[in-house]
């Protein structure tokens, strides 16, 4: 699980990320900011389009550019919204999330900076995984 430090840290980037969040359709904006082992952070935001399975989820956003860029590693997810509410992240991203870090800590942020951290195999305890990894 992250510290203090490190869920601030993160919080802070995706209630960043939220504000380039494009949601014209469903008015929910929503901010990501995904921390490497290396320390490093990578932002994301959701980005709608008229076609609706067109759009990308902004914690898909972060770990995408994350992988793109040679990241394998990750340690956890901070998710912003407006909404008073923490929201966790839907079951596509908890999907993906899950093919690169079956323990990664996911934070929930809202705009009144609340947080509360869980692990992703807590958010999803029956994830698809890889027919190799049981073959072993």
């Known amino acids: 699980m992250l510290d203090q430090a490190q869920?601030?840290?993160?919080?802070d980037a995706a209630l960043?990320?939220?504000k380039n969040?494009?949601?014209p359709y469903s008015g929910f904006a929503v901010?990501?900011?995904?921390l490497d082992s290396q320390g490093k952070i990578y932002s994301g935001c959701n980005i709608e389009n008229a076609s609706l399975g067109l759009s990308?989820?902004?914690?898909r956003t972060a770990i995408f550019k994350a992988v793109s860029e040679g990241a394998r590693s990750f340690l956890g997810i901070?998710?912003?919204t407006r909404?008073?509410?923490?929201?966790p992240p839907c079951g596509a991203c908890r999907q993906v999330l899950r093919e690169f870090a079956s323990d990664l800590a996911v934070v929930l942020v809202n705009h009144n900076g609340d947080t509360e951290?869980?692990?992703l195999s807590e958010l999803m305890p029956f994830a698809f995984t890889d027919f190799r990894e049981k073959e072993k």
């Not at 869920?7 to 919080?11: A, E, K, R, Y």
């Open 7 to 11: 869920i601030q840290l993160l919080s």
């Open 16 to 18: 960043t990320a939220l």
């Open 21 to 23: 969040a494009h949601a």
């Open 31 to 34: 901010g990501a900011a995904l």
């Open 56 to 59: 990308v989820c902004a914690e």
């Open 78 to 80: 901070a998710i912003a």
């Open 83 to 87: 909404a008073s509410e923490l929201t």
């Open 117 to 119: 951290q869980h692990s």
